[in-house]
């Protein structure tokens, strides 16, 4: 299966700075990825489909990029509201699959 | 808009079947291609498999030989079995639907807000 890597772990920003995750996949998955953003006792929630795209409702503070096995979710000008763990995952290969996280802490 | 809830019991004990319903409101169950998708503490999320509103599924290797997925269009809902369970299957369970279409590729773009099933005698 289709392993993904995130990093860093974990990250701790203060408000308005940007933030920079990255996701890394074992073998490519062309653009098929999305990133999740998951809040303590919540549902993940899409950000980000088809590595680029922001879901609806989504800020254009967070945008994504990359192809292949190398992606990036940048969400910039961060407010309190950001901390959570954000997950990517990978729909270019069955079975789809889950990168680790990074928790981001806004302090 | 459409929500998700899934409903089912809480506490299995080890070696019995796990049956969970996600119950589809505000939309139709018709025309998606439907989740289910696990987290156990701690961990990442884990994919178990999806369901197509005509019944077609596909499970995750890992599981494919303890799971059964249904639809029931009619009742707007659709189901997970998990049998022969053990504490390793001890998680949050979450239904999920597929949404979100680009280059022929789904994702989920709507989530229950997840049932904790806890294994254990």
């Known amino acids: 299966e289709t392993v993904l890597t995130q990093s860093p772990a974990t990250l701790s920003l203060s408000p308005g700075e940007t933030a920079t995750l990255s996701c890394r996949a074992s073998q490519s998955v062309s653009g098929h990825l999305a990133w999740y953003q998951q809040k303590a006792g919540q549902a993940p929630r899409l950000l980000i489909y088809?590595?680029?795209n922001r879901a609806t409702g989504i800020p254009a503070r967070f945008s994504g990029s990359g192809s292949g096995t190398d992606f990036t979710l940048t969400i910039s000008s961060l407010e309190p509201e950001d901390s959570a763990v954000y997950y990517c995952?990978?729909?270019?290969?069955?079975?789809?699959?889950f990168g680790p996280g990074t928790e981001v802490d806004i302090k | 808009q459409v929500q998700l809830q899934e409903s089912g019991p809480g506490l299995v004990k080890p070696s019995e079947t796990l049956s969970l319903t996600c119950i589809v409101s505000g939309g139709s169950i018709s025309g998606y291609y439907w989740s289910w998708f696990r987290q156990p503490p701690g961990r990442e999320l884990e994919w178990i498999g999806f369901?197509?509103?005509?019944?077609?599924?596909r499970y995750n290797p890992s599981l494919k030989s303890r799971v059964i997925m249904s639809v029931d269009t009619s009742n707007n809902q659709f189901s997970l079995k998990l049998n022969s369970v053990t504490a390793a299957d001890t998680a949050v369970y979450y239904c999920?639907?597929?949404?979100?279409?680009?280059?022929?590729?789904?994702?989920?773009?709507?989530w229950g807000e997840g049932v904790t099933v806890t294994v254990s005698s």
């Open positions: 995952q990978q729909r270019g290969n069955l079975p789809e699959t």
């Open positions: 999920a639907r597929y949404g979100v279409l680009l280059a022929g590729v789904h994702y989920m773009d709507v």
């Open positions: 088809g590595a680029s």
């Open positions: 369901i197509h509103y005509t019944g077609s599924s």
